[in-house]
């Protein structure tokens, strides 16, 4: 008998395309297999975003053009997942009564009942609860490899892994719509966390990317040991970074406000936590930081960015930035531009500000003239690249730790510890996972060109 198959298309951040990884994983225990082609699946599932409008028109196009396939192909179930589906379930479904099924951010363990309790009616499962509980999650070999992920999503060496320890945000930050999509703050069991770890490492992965909306607030709201009682993310990164076998670990994402002189420290203390840091400031100015709830200021940004420097100097950080927010005057973007001065960021993420349903921002006044966010923007960006090619030069000359990620016959990609991607125009006897030290001799704006240094001979 023909085995079902399915595909996933996965739209935003890091979380989703670990929650594809789950779906996936799901799909393959009950005997589904994975189809390349999205028209000649059986099931269909768009894991969608909602951080912003552009991620979420571009998964209702794609739903809309879904309506010929399914047309053709009336037995096609066809799902929708993720941020956009818990939002606005019962909308797509109003709208769009060819989709099978929408489940939300806490429904992904029931995926396969429900796909298969589907019956020709639209289904929507997209239940929350302040008490749910992470199921524990422990990866198969095919889940090893990343179904569908977007476009430059790690391809599928077995090197480097993101795993999820919570889920939702407490914050409220006036522009996100995190705390309505994904609930409140979960973490997951220690045990789990540990478990997983071990289980990724041992099928060959060396590195290990932590993921959280806020973990820094890892542990504060559930219990995550079996005996009850304080944990800190501090501690977790303890833990795991003591599994043997793991050569390099990093996190993402934090909030300012809760990051502790106790986490700091583990960047001088942790051999394997590498040196780098993504660091949201959002903007520069104190005005617009409480207008967007971030609960800092400028100055206790940037004195968090001096003392996490004082305990590990050669970090790299990395920073998320709005431009346009409801009521930004010239003024407050000046500072923002002034932070980008201060702090000399390796590289961030810009974007101008968009209302998203459900947020607060959404109903504020002022709301900035499109063109005039385009030009913040422009002019933001085009400092970052200048800023990032000054940075990235400093690395010329210095002979680097890099673990390889490709090896090609042209010659070898992989990443240094601050997370700078290196291309090798050599071939030397390695495989992916191996670190070897590499001569810088160039560096570009988003990259760096190494030969390999006589020391690996
Ligand atoms: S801390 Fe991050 S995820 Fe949480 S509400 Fe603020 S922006 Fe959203």
Redesign the pocket.
């Given at each position: 008998m023909k085995q079902p198959s399915f595909t996933i298309k996965t739209f935003g951040c890091q979380m989703n395309v670990r929650d594809s990884e789950i779906m996936a994983q799901l799909l393959a225990e009950k005997g589904y297999v994975e189809s390349m082609e999205m028209k000649d699946a059986d099931v269909v599932i768009l894991n969608t975003c909602s951080?912003r409008a552009k991620a979420e028109q571009k998964a209702m196009s794609l739903l809309g053009a879904l309506r010929k396939v399914k047309k053709r192909r009336p037995g096609m179930k066809i799902c929708v997942a993720g941020c956009v589906a818990q939002q606005e379930g019962e909308e797509i479904c109003r709208r769009m009564d060819y989709v099978d099924l929408v489940i939300g951010t806490q429904n992904l363990y029931e995926l396969v009942d429900l796909l298969e309790s589907v019956d020709g009616t639209s289904k929507v499962a997209t239940s929350m609860s302040n008490s749910y509980e992470i199921p524990a999650f422990i990866p198969s070999m095919p889940s090893l490899t990343s179904p569908g992920g977007p476009q430059g999503a790690t391809p599928a060496p077995s090197v480097r892994k993101f795993l999820t320890i919570m889920q939702g945000?407490?914050?409220?930050?006036t522009?996100?719509?995190?705390?309505y999509t994904?609930g409140r703050e979960i973490s997951r069991k220690v045990n789990d966390i540990i478990e997983e770890a071990r289980v990724l490492v041992d099928a060959g992965v060396q590195e290990i990317t932590l993921l959280g909306?806020?973990v820094n607030s890892y542990g504060r709201t559930n219990s995550v040991t079996a005996e009850g009682g304080e944990y800190s993310f501090a501690l977790l990164l303890r833990e795991v970074a003591a599994i043997e076998g793991l050569k390099r670990l990093r996190f993402t994402?934090s909030?300012p406000k809760d990051l502790s002189p106790d986490l700091m420290r583990c960047f001088s203390e942790i051999e394997t936590l590498c040196p780098q840091f993504h660091l949201?400031v959002?903007s520069g100015s104190n005005i617009v930081l409480s207008k967007?709830?971030?609960k800092y200021t400028r100055e206790l940004y940037l004195q968090k960015v001096a003392e996490l420097r004082s305990f590990r100097p050669d970090i790299s950080l990395s920073t998320?930035v709005i431009v346009g927010f409801p009521g930004e005057t010239e003024a407050d973007f000046e500072q923002t531009m002034e932070i980008l001065e201060d702090v000399r960021f390796h590289s961030s993420f810009s974007f101008k500000y968009s209302d998203r349903p459900g947020t607060r921002s959404a109903d504020f006044d002022d709301k900035v003239d499109e063109q005039v966010k385009s030009e913040r923007l422009s002019r933001f960006q085009k400092r970052q690249d200048q800023i990032c090619l000054e940075q990235n030069s400093l690395y010329v000359g210095k002979i680097l730790p890099v673990m390889i990620e490709k090896v090609t016959d042209d010659g070898l990609m992989g990443r240094t510890e601050t997370n700078h991607i290196v291309h090798i125009k050599e071939i030397i006897e390695c495989s992916p996972g191996d670190i070897v030290s590499v001569t810088i001799n160039h560096a570009g704006q988003h990259s760096l060109n190494g030969r390999i240094d006589s020391s690996n001979q």
């Open positions: 951080i945000c407490n914050n409220y930050c522009y996100c719509v995190v705390p994904r909306q806020n994402t909030n949201p959002q967007m709830n971030r998320d």
